[in-house]
């Protein structure tokens, strides 16, 4: 079945910063890959997605690229501030459901 | 209704007894998964709903778990003879189309077995 794995599981950044998250998957019938965000005591939050005939989305200082032929994907955050502070998954569908990697927790420090 | 509703958010039960987690979805939304996270990890699958039929139950851990969606709509999660192991919280998801856009989750029911 599909396995998604995520790197890194913690990460550390000065406030104004970028932040990189990088997922690779391993069934290459995926075709839709969302991010989630989930802050302490939270429901995970869909933030941005993309679908496998686009290599990249953006949204404001968010974005996200896909590389098919390696299987992998990646979340971008720029200038980032202390409310991105969060746990994020990225997920990959396969059969109808998504597959989560273990997540990343992203600190902003001021 | 606006969101995806869970209830109870919060249930703690003894070793060995039955407990229903409910989960009414987006009005509109046909397809609707259940998942189980533990602390520090991803939301694990354990099964989806498109309709009322269940689609893929692959990721029920065990006969223990039982979940069942009669009318298409609200879904409830079934969990016989708890065990510590089962202390987790229980996320519910509904989506307009299984697979190809986001789900949107509710906030979860944190189980306690003790």
Known sequence: GENVEQHPSTLSVQEGDSAVIKCTYSDSASNYFPWYKQELGKRPQLIIDIRSNVGEKKDQRIAVTLNKTAKHFSLHITETQPEDSAVYFCAASIEGKLIFGQGTELSVKP | ?114
């Open chain 2, 1 to 114: 209704g606006a969101g995806v509703s869970q209830t109870p958010s919060n249930k703690v039960t003894e070793k060995g007894k039955y407990v229903e987690l409910r989960c009414d979805p987006i009005s509109g939304h046909t397809a609707l998964y259940w998942y189980r996270q533990s602390l520090g990890q991803g939301p694990e699958f354990l099964i989806y709903f498109q309709g009322t039929g269940a689609a893929d139950d692959s990721g029920l851990p065990n006969d223990r778990f039982f979940a069942v969606r009669p009318e298409g709509s609200v879904s409830t999660l079934k969990i016989q003879r708890t065990e510590r192991g089962d202390s987790a919280v229980y996320l519910c998801a509904s989506s307009l189309k299984s697979g190809v856009y986001g789900y949107t989750f509710g906030s979860g029911t944190r189980l306690t077995v003790v």
